[in-house]
Every structure is written in C-alpha cells, then in structure tokens.
C-alpha cells in the first residue's frame, strides 16, 4: 500500500487528503490545528514542525495564524514532494521551508526555536524521553513544544483488537500512553505540561470519515487507485473505530513549556 521504502507513498497520500483534506494526513484539517494551538500566539514565531508530511499544517500554522518562518521536517521523499509543491501554490516559499531528516537527533543548533510543533507523526518515533530531550533542546527558553499524537490508552499489551488495528495499519506505530508522554516531557525539563484527550471527538469523525469511504468517495477513489487499496482503508478504519469507543486508540493534544531560564 506505499511505494518501496516508504510508508506513505502516493496513493496513501492520496487517499487520505480526500478524507482529511489538501495537505492533511491526520484528521481534523485546519480546525483541528486551531484547537491545538488555542491559547498560543504564534505571530512572529518560529516553528519546527516535526512529520509536516503533506503541508497543510505548515501552511495553516503561517496563513492562519502568523507563524514567521515554519521549517518542517519528514524522512520520506514523497510527502515532502508533495508539501513543497503545496506551498509553491499558496505562495509561502519564503516563509516556509521543508526538509528531509534523518531519524535521529535533530540536525539544528540548541534554542532555533519558539516553537516546536507536531502532529500525528511522533508516533513513529518509539523512543519519547530521547525525542522529548531532543525537543528541549531546540527550543528557546519559554517556548512551548504543541503537538497532538496516537496514544494508546495504557502501558500494558494492546487487546486483540487494538493490535489488529495497529497490524493493518502497517504503519510501524510506536504507540504510547499519556503517562508516558508526560513523564517523558518533564523528565526532559519541561514545565506546565499537560495532555488533553480528542478520543470522544475523533470516534465520532472517524465513524463518519468510514461511512464516506463506503459510499461514493470510495467509489471515487477505488476508480483512481484501484478496489482493493481502497478495500483495505476501509478495513483499517472499520478496525480503528471499534478501538477508539473503546477508548484504547486515544488520540490526544501535547502541551509543554521548557522553563525560562531564572
């Protein structure tokens, strides 16, 4: 369902911008950046975005909410392709930069940032405390690190059901608790931390987003990329929602300030 060598290739990348939108590869499309960054002035800022994948996010955090200069960063070539060619189209070239990393420390000097943001992409980072350090790092004193992620519900072995879902996503998860996240966060400095569940919003979108794919947008997009990748999509997200009214899948908001210095 990807291109070799990467997880996200073209047609996943597709398939998931005509449920989540141009540039979105995680729910929710601009309403959800505004939710997550609620409470956070980020005129004249600058931002690491760490998984910018497609673009849109670096795009909403510029155009809709006055970010100075968004670098984000991916391992994959293709979402990148994509995220460069969106913002070509919005005319953010100057104000928004993409580049491909590897995995690994981040490749900025100590306090580049304001802010360092994520969306749905941590996930596949399984070792939160070296990222987390590695966020306290880059970010100046008094800024926040802002991100939202797939949590898992629980430090124990994902039910049956959970791990069926995780399997047919295919997407190496390395799923962690809220817990964890927070006691990653402030083992590495941070203060005010917190974590704020999205799991009753995202039950309800993703129960909807599964219909759609079962009526005519996935009758649309099986005659573009073929009935069985869109079969499939249907099964992960028929194996998604069952997990999260579980409450077991919780996707949830990520805040954290590193102190300033006394």
């Given at each position: 369902?990807?291109?070799?060598?990467?997880?996200?290739?073209?047609?996943?990348?597709?398939?998931?911008?005509?449920?989540?939108?141009?540039?979105?590869?995680?729910?929710?499309?601009?309403?959800?950046?505004?939710?997550?960054?609620?409470?956070?002035?980020?005129?004249?800022?600058?931002?690491?975005?760490?998984?910018?994948?497609?673009?849109?996010?670096?795009?909403?955090?510029?155009?809709?909410?006055?970010?100075?200069?968004?670098?984000?960063?991916?391992?994959?070539?293709?979402?990148?392709?994509?995220?460069?060619?969106?913002?070509?189209?919005?005319?953010?070239?100057?104000?928004?930069?993409?580049?491909?990393?590897?995995?690994?420390?981040?490749?900025?000097?100590?306090?580049?940032?304001?802010?360092?943001?994520?969306?749905?992409?941590?996930?596949?980072?399984?070792?939160?405390?070296?990222?987390m350090a590695e966020?306290?790092?880059?970010?100046?004193?008094?800024?926040?690190?802002?991100?939202?992620?797939?949590?898992?519900g629980h430090d124990?072995?994902?039910?049956?059901?959970?791990?069926?879902?995780?399997?047919?996503?295919?997407?190496?998860?390395?799923?962690?608790?809220?817990?964890?996240?927070?006691?990653?966060?402030?083992?590495?400095?941070?203060?005010?931390?917190?974590?704020?569940?999205?799991?009753?919003?995202?039950?309800?979108?993703?129960q909807a987003e599964?219909?759609?794919?079962?009526?005519?947008?996935?009758?649309?997009?099986?005659?573009?990329?073929?009935?069985?990748?869109?079969?499939?999509?249907?099964?992960?997200?028929?194996?998604?929602?069952?997990?999260?009214?579980?409450?077991?899948?919780?996707?949830?908001?990520?805040?954290?300030?590193?102190?300033?210095?006394?």
């Open positions: 369902m990807h291109d070799e060598g990467e997880l996200y290739g073209d047609k996943l990348i597709r398939i998931l911008q005509a449920v989540w939108g141009e540039g979105f590869l995680s729910p929710g499309g601009e309403a959800e950046v505004a939710r997550l960054v609620a409470g956070h002035d980020l005129t004249g800022k600058t931002i690491l975005d760490i998984g910018c994948g497609a673009g849109g996010i670096d795009v909403a955090l510029v155009a809709n909410h006055g970010a100075a200069y968004v670098t984000g960063i991916d391992v994959e070539d293709g979402v990148l392709s994509h995220a460069r060619a969106l913002v070509k189209r919005r005319g953010l070239s100057d104000r928004i930069g993409v580049a491909k990393v590897a995995p690994g420390p981040f490749p900025f000097p100590a306090e580049s940032f304001d802010i360092v943001f994520s969306k749905d992409s941590i996930v596949h980072i399984p070792d939160k405390r070296a990222l966020v306290y790092r880059v970010l100046r004193p008094g800024g926040w690190f802002i991100a939202s992620d797939w949590l898992i124990g072995t994902p039910s049956p059901e959970m791990a069926a879902y995780i399997a047919a996503e295919g997407l190496d998860f390395g799923m962690a608790s809220p817990s964890r996240y927070a006691s990653a966060l402030r083992e590495a400095g941070f203060d005010q931390v917190s974590t704020t569940s999205r799991n009753a919003w995202y039950a309800e979108v993703a599964l219909q759609r794919l079962q009526g005519p947008l996935g009758d649309q997009m099986a005659d573009e990329l073929g009935r069985d990748f869109v079969d499939h999509n249907i099964e992960i997200w028929g194996r998604m929602v069952p997990v999260l009214r579980s409450g077991e899948h919780c996707p949830t908001h990520l805040h954290g300030r590193k102190p300033v210095a006394n």
